[in-house]
């Protein structure tokens, strides 16, 4: 095989060896990016969804164009006993910056904070029979600087309106107002195989769904939480065709950090009032199906389910199954628990033959509903991720991709903005769908509208590519809190565009992204003087974002 055969698909093999021991941590060194686009191009299995995340073991190796490639050096292995074996795990170390306030997400134990961010990461993987114990911690140091929030130059009503979104999610503008370093338990975990599934604990980043930067039930948008998993390992192959799936029960942790000017009153009446300060229970399922009559096909659904701790009154709460309907009739179910619900489906279709692959989600939130309710009024609570990929051979293993994304969770039933009802927020389980501050789905937040495009050259690891985002926080607020004065002026809009460049040199593996965005209407926030056209210029800022992501894999 020729070398540069050979330098193509090396990290492609290493990405292989690593998930026959351990699990791919999602989001990881854009690994996982790297065997997406090898699915279109026919150089990795395409039985594999890549919409249930982590991946973990695979009984198919033998199936991928790199299996002959021997491994030697690209871990370090210590044998223990005959039956044990000790992994050193790679060393990444994650650097983040933004120069005016927080941009970006699916970062996990990242906060959103201004300044410089920076996590380290390494660990040990430990394999005994059927058992496997993964420790991998994370330090992260953040340097939290003080940045401009929502105004107080806003008008007191206005205040007033936007409290009622703070008031249902717990998701700080700002965290704190020092520097800190912080301990997470990082992508660490303790299982059993179990053959073509396996069961154990785990405090893992999870990813569900085909969407590339957003999904809308389960992301690494927050820091991975503590739970319990039931997983398959990879494709299980039935007579219909194979599955991939989790179930998840898991605790959720408060920020312990509350909105801007949590004292604010509006006609003497205090804005801001605390949730519960209680640990939330989340139980959630996934499963992807990929049917043996349309190769290249995959249909899945995925479904959550929180409640507080204290509230759980019997087996139904503790799976996200049978707590349907929170209403029967007119009057409320005394039996049913107050939880937060949020389902979706979605199809990923995989074009090998054209080089291409199309994919969209679509969910909705809140209660059950039957399906003739669903079938009248199917865009109440919904929320969908559409998107594309083309992949054209320019040179032999050297190409050039297109991406699209777009991604809707602003609502369009004017009933559903009245009433502030957006997704991942809850009015009981007034945290709403967050871990420690942040969105476990779509990083975009409650409210917010986003599209992405992007052109990139690519050959094996390496990778360069510019892109182009557009996305607009919150109209669901704007649109509540503006609606009697009809002014539709204000869309806070970030318009981004940056490089991305990926390369690898011998066991180290480098990940970058720079963007500069400028935001109209920050905060939705116009300057308006007397005399002033109608259409004036809002308070626009600009911000630069940058990350690095190196990873080095020991001899």
Not at 163 to 191: A, C, M
Not at 276 to 290: C, D, F
Not at 395 to 424: C, H, M, P
Request: with cysteine.
């Amino acid at each position: 095989m020729s070398a540069k055969k050979i330098s193509l698909f090396a990290f492609c093999f290493l990405i292989y060896k690593l998930l026959a021991a351990q699990s791919l941590p999602v989001g990881f060194s854009n690994a996982e990016d790297f065997l997406r686009r090898s699915q279109l191009v026919n150089q990795f299995d395409s039985s594999v969804s890549l919409g249930v995340r982590p991946l973990t073991v695979m009984s198919n190796l033998e199936k991928v164009s790199s299996a002959g490639f021997k491994s030697d050096g690209l871990f370090e292995v210590i044998p223990l006993t005959k039956d044990d074996s000790l992994y050193i795990l790679p060393v990444s170390l994650v650097t983040k910056f933004n120069s005016h306030h927080p941009t970006g997400w699916n970062d996990g134990s990242f906060a959103p904070n201004k300044g410089l961010q920076t996590r380290l990461s390494a660990g040990v993987f430990l394999q005994h029979n059927k058992w496997s114990l993964q420790l991998n911690p994370e330090l992260i140091y953040s340097e939290n600087k003080p940045f401009d929030q929502f105004t107080d130059d806003h008008y007191d009503v206005i205040w007033q309106r936007i409290y009622r979104w703070w008031n249902t999610i717990d998701e700080p503008v700002r965290f704190g107002t020092e520097n800190s370093f912080r301990f997470h338990p990082g992508q660490s975990f303790l299982k059993y195989d179990l053959g073509r599934f396996s069961v154990g604990a785990s405090s893992e980043s999870l990813w569900w769904g085909p969407g590339k930067r957003n999904s809308l039930i389960m992301s690494n948008n927050a820091p991975g939480f503590y739970h319990l998993t039931f997983h398959t390992n990879g494709p299980v192959q039935t007579e219909i065709g194979s599955f991939e799936g989790q179930f998840i029960s898991g605790i959720l942790a408060n920020s312990g950090f509350t909105p801007p000017e949590p004292e604010r009153k509006f006609l003497q009446t205090q804005l801001y009032y605390a949730p519960k300060n209680e640990s939330r229970y989340l139980s959630g399922v996934t499963l992807a199906w990929q049917p043996k009559w349309v190769p290249g096909l995959f249909l899945g659904y995925s479904r959550t389910s929180q409640v507080y701790y204290w509230e759980i009154k019997s087996f139904r709460d503790v799976q996200p199954f049978l707590n349907g309907k929170r209403e029967e009739g007119v009057e409320p179910n005394p039996k049913l628990t107050n939880n937060q619900q949020q389902s979706s489906g979605y199809l990923r279709w995989l074009l090998p033959e054209s080089n291409a692959e199309f994919y969209i989600e679509y969910g909705t939130n809140g209660r059950t509903r039957g399906l003739r309710e669903f079938l009248v009024q199917a865009n109440r609570h919904r929320a969908f991720t559409i998107g594309l990929s083309k992949i054209y051979p320019i040179k032999k293993n050297r190409f050039v991709q297109f991406d699209a994304e777009i991604t809707q969770l602003g609502q369009v039933v004017r009933e559903v903005v009245r009433d502030a009802d957006s997704w991942y927020t809850d009015k009981y389980v007034r945290q709403g769908y967050t871990n420690q501050g942040q969105v476990i789905g779509a990083g975009i937040g409650p409210g917010s509208n986003v599209f992405y495009f992007e052109t990139s050259w690519w050959m094996g690891m390496k990778k360069i590519g510019i892109f182009a985002e557009r996305l607009v926080h919150n109209n669901d607020f704007l649109y509540y809190a503006y609606e009697d004065s009809k002014d539709w002026r204000r869309f806070w809009t970030d318009l981004s565009a940056g490089v991305v460049a990926d390369w690898k040199f011998n066991r180290l593996v480098l990940s970058s992204t720079f963007r500069w965005t400028t935001s109209w209407n920050y905060q939705w926030y116009l300057i308006q003087e007397p005399g002033d056209p109608y259409f004036v210029k809002g308070r626009d800022v600009n911000n630069i974002y940058a990350t690095v992501n190196a990873a080095y894999f020991f001899r």
